[in-house]
């Protein structure tokens, strides 16, 4: 069983920056993608930027245009989220997920963590 804890949410200032972490524990297959999904109140949840294990292969959400930054230590099964020109459009739960696969898409993943709120707001 793989858990995932998310860390580093807050409130941040339009225009600020804020990164976030996700740290997977228990045993994990060679291969997986992960990254976050964020819910806002009213609204579907959608997929925010993924990373490959090995490959780092990244995906984004057009959405981000350049804003936000993936990246991992494989050795770590840590994912980190850099979020840049942060936006109040950007205020939602930030859940970190995983998948065993290259698929992105929420109904997709293999597990997830319990979410950290990202408030932008002055």
């Known amino acids: 069983q793989v858990q995932l804890v998310e860390s580093g949410g807050g409130l941040v200032q339009p225009g600020g920056s804020l990164r976030i972490s996700c740290a997977a524990s228990g045993s994990t297959l060679d291969y997986y993608r992960i990254g976050w999904f964020r819910q806002a109140p009213g609204k579907e949840r959608e997929g925010v930027a993924s990373i490959s294990s090995h490959y780092g292969r990244k995906l984004y959400g057009d959405f981000v245009k350049g804003r936000f930054s993936i990246s991992a230590d494989d050795a770590k099964k840590t994912a980190y989220l850099q979020m840049n020109s942060l936006e109040p459009e950007d205020t939602a739960v930030y859940y970190c997920?995983?998948?065993?696969?290259?698929?992105?898409?929420?109904?997709?993943?293999?597990?997830w963590g319990k979410g950290t709120p990202v408030t932008v707001s002055s």
């Open positions: 997920a995983m998948s065993y696969g290259d698929s992105w898409y929420a109904g997709d993943m293999d597990y």
